[in-house]
């Protein structure tokens, strides 16, 4: 039976679409979004400061109008030819004038007070408690996904591969799912060395998914980064389950937060435990340099791993930790444009097949266009890139197959790679924002033809793999958002023609 066409088939999307637009048209606009808990604190500390110094002087105003009532006492008295006893000398002139002065002056203070004291109880109020009494932020984005997927692909909730389509089966899938929804937590520590601290941990629920008979849509929970902070005027150390330092940033997308916009498709995105140092030097208030480094441990990539044991990487084998280097410089008044190039290196042992030196020379942008618009993106060359989420799923060819086996072949050798993506933003207003996105990450068919990669198994034939997207988000309030969005995917095998498949996605969330 002939399958229906693309927009038949996206048809329950789009009216969902125009549901969420026509509901997010009819809230009220002008929301903002909480301060920053930095901010807070310091206007905090700073509110706190100026109340003190207030009652201090609204005791000096009140005995000072004491006195000078008893001073007008005296003075009605004696108008009026009456004895007062223990009256004090004769008030001078414009007594009454300071009276009043003092009076508004008193006043304004009461009212200034009240607006202060007002705020700091709004600010009590969303603070959290915690044993060490500094502060702690939580925040999060609770994020619905409906898709309708338009081929065969390796995963419903968010695909980044296309596969080729089976006879007799049916290619296309349709779902929701709230497991890409995220919860935060910021916490602001002591100050010492004249540095502040900072924490963040970030979870959200994709995981891993239920395996009882009925598998469940709701995620199990994950760390998703998380790192400690010590932060100098020009210099900051940080280090935790981070971003990758010579790759930080993505493409804009509500319909792929689990894994990244353009994963495996020209985005180095991985987080890493790394320990970062970073050096901002200033050459006028609108434009600095920045010098970081880091050290990080890679993982290896593929899709299997072991729910139960951890063993050691092929890069902790090595013994010798990944490591990273970037040089950036940023402009503009908030340093909204910025360029970067950067450096990584990480030794591999595999044991009886050899060492294998991963490495890559990156270039990275982000530049803010004439009206509205933004461009942005990375480009990367290099090997053995599977662990920083490029090379296909593949950091080496000849040492392994994807069942997982190692096997006795010759000497590893890296595979070659290389890749990147494009984004072009325009922001119209506070309201629509419109992306339009392209990324490919490209292996080398010569190396997979000379060891006879296995056709069989999707990811060791993969070649190349490359995503188109465009998405369309509607913010009718700063915490509430809808999105709609389009992806297409294009996966080469080695010796076959490209495998396609269309992503029709709709996303609505709120952020707290």
Do not use: C
Request: hydrophobic content about 40%; glycine content about 8%.
């Amino acid at each position: 039976m002939k399958s229906p066409g693309i927009f038949a088939a996206t048809r329950p999307i789009a009216v969902a679409g125009l549901v969420f637009f026509a509901l997010g048209l009819a809230l009220p606009l002008g929301a903002q979004e909480a301060p920053d808990a930095r901010v807070l604190a310091a206007r905090l500390d700073a509110m706190q400061q100026q109340l003190d110094a207030t009652q201090r002087e609204l005791r000096e105003y009140r005995d000072a109008l004491n006195e000078l009532r008893q001073q007008m006492r005296v003075m009605a008295a004696k108008a009026g030819g009456e004895a007062v006893p223990g009256a004090a000398p004769e008030t001078p002139a414009g007594s009454r004038e300071d009276a009043a002065s003092l009076r508004q002056a008193v006043t304004d203070l009461r009212e200034e007070q009240s607006v202060q004291q007002a705020e700091i109880a709004v600010h009590e109020q969303a603070k959290v408690e915690t044993r060490s009494r500094y502060n702690l932020k939580v925040g999060g984005l609770m994020l619905f996904n409906a898709f309708k997927n338009d081929g065969q692909v390796d995963s419903v909730d968010v695909p980044e591969l296309a596969l080729a389509r089976t006879p007799g089966a049916s290619h296309t899938s349709q779902g929701a799912s709230v497991r890409q929804s995220l919860v935060t937590l910021d916490a602001t520590g002591p100050q010492f060395w004249g540095a502040r601290t900072y924490a963040n941990v970030q979870m959200d629920f994709f995981g891993s998914l239920s395996t009882a008979d009925y598998t469940s849509t709701a995620g199990q929970v994950r760390m998703r980064s998380a790192s400690l902070e010590t932060a100098w005027p020009t210099w900051d150390v940080h280090a935790g389950l981070e971003r990758l330092l010579v790759a930080q940033s993505s493409p804009t997308s509500y319909a792929s937060i689990g894994e990244p916009a353009m994963a495996w498709s020209g985005n180095l995105w991985a987080w890493v435990p790394q320990l970062t140092a970073e050096k901002t030097f200033s050459v006028s208030d609108s434009r600095q340099f920045q010098l970081a480094a880091a050290l990080a441990d890679i993982p290896d990539p593929g899709p299997l791993s072991n729910s139960y044991l951890r063993a050691p990487t092929a890069a902790e084998s090595s013994r010798f930790p990944g490591q990273e280097a970037r040089l950036g410089y940023r402009w503009g008044a908030a340093h909204e444009s910025g360029v970067g190039m950067s450096g990584y290196w990480s030794p591999h042992d595999y044991g009886a097949s050899g060492k294998v030196d991963s490495w890559a020379a990156l270039a990275d942008w982000r530049i803010a266009l004439p009206a509205r618009f933004a461009l942005s993106g990375e480009a990367y060359k290099g090997q053995a890139l599977g662990g920083l989420g490029g090379g296909a799923f593949k950091d080496i060819v000849r040492a392994y197959d994807y069942s997982g086996n190692y096997t006795a072949l010759t000497k590893a050798v890296g595979l070659r790679d290389e890749g990147g993506w494009a984004q072009l933003k325009l922001r119209l207003n506070n309201l629509f924002e419109f992306n339009g996105a392209f990324g490919q990450d490209n292996d080398s068919a010569a190396q997979l033809r000379a060891v006879g990669a296995s056709q069989a198994n999707a990811y060791s034939a993969l070649a190349r793999n490359r995503t188109i997207l465009s998405n369309a988000i509607f913010r009718p309030r700063a915490s509430f958002l809808l999105s709609l969005e389009y992806r297409k995917l294009e996966s080469w095998p080695l010796a076959s023609p490209a495998n396609t498949a269309h992503i029709f996605a709709l996303a609505a969330g709120y952020e707290f």
